[in-house]
């Protein structure tokens, strides 16, 4: 019994799941496609995002407590989460009408 006990609480400690599967995102003519992407609440999530512009972006979410540069022509690994259910706007730093959300369910 104390086994499980100990089991059970160590399983509380243990860190959240990362999501199946990644989710894309791509910056092109300084716009999200898709500007608006779903995840699973409560786990964590990786976004590959891809900047096909001629010039580096700034993925950035103040509510997320994310910010990664997007060199041009490359894709970068960002790592989220987990979150509750709603919604989490997401823009280009360096391109301030570049936006997106993050909706998680």
Do not use: W
Request: with cysteine; net charge negative; charged share 25%.
């Amino acid at each position: 019994m104390r086994i499980s006990l100990l089991a059970a609480a160590l399983s509380c400690l243990a860190a959240p799941a990362l999501a199946d599967e990644p989710l894309h995102l791509t910056i092109k003519d300084h716009q999200f496609q898709p500007a608006r992407i779903e995840a699973p609440a409560g786990v964590k999530i990786k976004l590959l995002v891809k900047n096909e512009d001629a010039m580096a972006a700034e993925f950035e979410s103040f509510e997320m407590n994310r910010e990664k540069v997007v060199p041009a022509g490359q894709e970068v690994p960002v790592f989220l989460g987990p979150f509750d259910k709603g919604e989490y706007p997401f823009f280009d730093d360096f391109h301030q009408d570049t936006k997106g959300v993050l909706v998680v369910r």
